[in-house]
């Protein structure tokens, strides 16, 4: 397991919930003038992802997270996604919050499985970010909290050799091995099965550095070569043209990570799993944990950064709802199954006396 997994992890996750977020608001706000007190607008719109993301890149947040340290569980993460969904007037309920992050989830996971090579996690991390600051681009204070966390992910992760993001790239799969949500949007392009697991192509470029397969050389002990043997293969490859910038500003090259909200699609997911599979997650969620305490301080730590003010004087939250209606959503809430509930954790950790005092303070604003 890498140590240096959860910031790629937190960062591409969080990219995929505000693609969703700004997709949605998008889809139910009017223009202000015609809006309702209850209705959303631009305005609001706009205001929600600039708190998301102010929260998001928090400095003492950024901290604590790029801080080497190993993944937790799913819940873990559920809880921080949680709080900081909830960290502007937008209110989500529990099937929506589950929605969500089952979006948020395997359209990770889908990036990584398609990563030509494992350093490759760090271009689709620096797609989200990109398209990141298009959302605040008119917001110069917002957009330097990013560029300082896009400076810390060039400090920390380029000077990594290839073994070590290989390491990272495993610690992500095994996060995300027995996630298989069916997604809309994945099953209409039939790049998913109808038992959630995923149809990765035989065919494209390969990996930046590598040849198009389908030669073998053989060398002497000299080194030096004596033969080459051609073969066939099923899939039909191309060399990439260049490799994607790992700098702060450049052409990625790589469309892993882009925002495929941008068209406009419903956002939709459907439940599916064998018995085999919920069981599984069933084992997982019921099991004791013998890490139960670290997770606890873990999360702690995670919140203790987070800078979440309520909404000012009497205004009061705007909900915003994933599914198509209302009753679509309280159906979802009522037939998601047990085995498949992430669940926020109540964080009563054991902290030293700064630190508790400073995380009470902080989950009182929640």
């Known amino acids: 397991m890498s140590a240096r997994t959860l910031p790629l992890l937190f960062l591409n996750l969080g990219g995929e919930m505000l ?6 608001l998008r889809a139910q706000s009017i223009p202000g003038e015609k809006a309702r ?5 631009d305005v609001d719109r706009k205001r929600v992802m600039n708190d998301i993301i102010t929260t998001m890149f928090n ?24 709080r900081l969904a909830h960290a502007s007037i937008m209110r989500l309920n529990q099937a929506s919050m589950d929605k969500l992050y089952d ?13 030509p090579r494992p350093r490759d996690i760090l271009l689709v991390t620096f797609n989200h970010l990109d398209a990141i600051k298009d959302f605040i681009s008119d917001s110069p204070a917002i957009l ?3 560029d300082e966390t896009f400076r810390r992910l060039i400090e920390t ?18 996060f995300f091995q027995d996630m298989h949500i069916r997604v809309s ?40 070569e ?15 043209q260049r490799e994607g910038s790992f700098e702060l500003y450049g052409d990625r090259v790589l469309k892993l990570g882009t925002n495929m909200y941008s068209v406009t699609r419903p956002v939709e997911t459907h439940m599916s799993g064998s018995s085999k599979n919920l069981a599984s997650q069933a084992k997982e969620n019921i099991a004791p944990n013998p890490l139960a305490k670290e997770e606890l301080n873990f999360l702690a730590r995670l919140l203790g950064g987070l800078d979440i003010q309520k909404p000012a004087g009497g205004e009061t939250g705007f909900r915003l709802n994933l599914f198509t209606t209302d009753e679509e959503e309280e159906h979802a809430a009522q037939t998601r199954p047990e085995e498949l509930s992430y669940k926020v954790i109540n964080i009563e950790a054991t902290q030293e006396p700064g630190r508790r005092a400073e995380l009470a303070r902080i989950l009182g604003q929640l």
């Not at 979006?103 to 990563?115: I, W």
């Not at 994945?186 to 192509?201: E, H």
């Open 144 to 146: 330097n909290q990013v």
């Open 37 to 41: 007190k209850d209705e959303w607008t």
């Open 103 to 115: 979006l948020m989830t395997m359209a990770f996971k889908y990036q990584v499985l398609l990563c």
């Open 59 to 82: 400095r003492k947040f950024m901290e604590e997270l790029f801080k080497p340290q190993d993944l937790y569980s799913k819940k873990a993460l559920r809880t921080v996604y949680d």
């Open 157 to 174: 992760y380029n000077c990594l050799s290839d073994g070590e993001f290989q390491l990272i790239r495993q610690t992500l799969l095994i």
């Open 185 to 224: 949007i994945f099953l209409k392009d039939k790049v998913q099965n109808s038992n959630g697991r995923f149809v990765l192509p035989i065919s494209g470029p390969v990996p930046w550095g590598t040849e198009v397969p389908g030669l073998i050389r053989i060398f002497n002990h000299k080194g030096v």
């Open 19 to 24: 693609y969703i977020l700004d997709q949605r």
């Open 226 to 240: 004596v033969k080459r043997t051609e073969f066939t293969t099923a899939g039909n490859y191309v060399t990439p």
